[in-house]
């Protein structure tokens, strides 16, 4: 039986996750323990809910809850389910409810990248990717194009923002992922021999003369392979790119010189990724 509750006053306490706190908040709801992010969609809950994230609340549009969210209400046993009309809702959180419904959910604690790494030959390294929605849209291409796992610097937006999970379309419960390092000091080194030393051949994804195609024999030919991508508009440190073993460049035409780094994902891993399948 769904555990509803009628709201009725915008001040309680318990709808503070909804409607006040910070992305920044929730990850340190509570410290030290892992703290809690929001999945939105029935789509993407069901994908959290199947990852084995544990739900904390729902707040669901009224017409929905014998509707698109019913299955999802239904997986979540006896959680509150807080439900008002839609203007209400939209009132409460600032923003308009994808299908109608959001779950606040439990932060699981991270693995170390040596943990996610076995038996993977195409990984993605994310360094220093801010935009949450960049960040949804890579993990969203390495789910559909053959990466086997994501690694992150610690200078990149959280994978878990709610915009980053809705643009992902909850893949970012499906594809193996965790921060390299605590803190900034461990990027590039000592990450970077960490990847090394799992037996990756490092791959920059960057507009430079030595570059080589992203067609390169040699290149597909590599067993492990980790694949970097760079911040908007800078793309990869120098640092970064003088110490990986290939410098890659998507050809480009039309005198476009480069690509959103989204879409530059999604290139890299078409082409590099469906060779790990051979």
């Not at 199947?50 to 969210?69: M, W, Y």
């Not at 076995?118 to 360094?127: C, D, S, Y």
């Not at 909850?170 to 605590?182: A, K, N, S």
């Amino acid at each position: 039986m769904a555990n509803l509750i009628e709201i009725t006053d915008f001040s309680a306490p318990e709808l503070d996750i909804y409607a006040r706190l910070s992305e920044n908040q929730l990850f340190h709801y509570h410290e030290p323990d892992p703290g809690l992010f929001i999945a939105e969609s029935p789509k993407v809950i069901m994908r959290a809910l199947d990852a084995g994230f544990t739900p904390v609340s729902l707040l669901s549009e009224r017409k929905h809850i014998e509707g698109e969210a019913g299955e999802v209400i239904a997986r979540c046993g006896d959680v509150p389910v807080f439900t008002a009309e839609f203007d209400v809702l939209t009132k409460l959180t600032g923003f308009s409810l994808t299908r109608g419904v959001l779950c606040a959910m439990r932060r699981k604690k991270l693995p170390k990248p040596e943990e996610v790494c076995p038996g993977t030959r195409r990984i993605a390294v994310l360094e220093n990717i801010m935009n949450p929605t960049n960040i949804g849209a890579i993990f969203r291409s390495a789910a559909a194009l053959n990466m086997d796992a994501v690694l992150l610097t610690f200078g990149c937006s959280d994978p878990l923002y709610r915009r980053s999970v809705r643009v992902s379309m909850g893949t970012v419960f499906q594809v193996p992922w965790t921060f390299l390092g605590d803190d900034s000091s461990q990027w590039p080194y000592p990450a970077m021999d960490r990847l090394k030393n799992m037996g990756f051949k490092t791959a920059a994804m960057a507009l430079r003369d030595d570059s080589v195609s992203i067609e390169d024999p040699d290149l597909l030919l590599e067993e492990k392979l980790a694949i970097l991508l760079g911040t908007e508009g800078d793309g990869l440190s120098a640092s970064t790119i003088a110490d990986c073993d290939y410098t890659v460049r998507i050809p480009m035409s039309h005198g476009v010189d480069s690509l959103n780094v989204a879409a530059a994902s999604a290139v890299a891993f078409w082409q590099l990724g469906r060779h790990r399948l051979r």
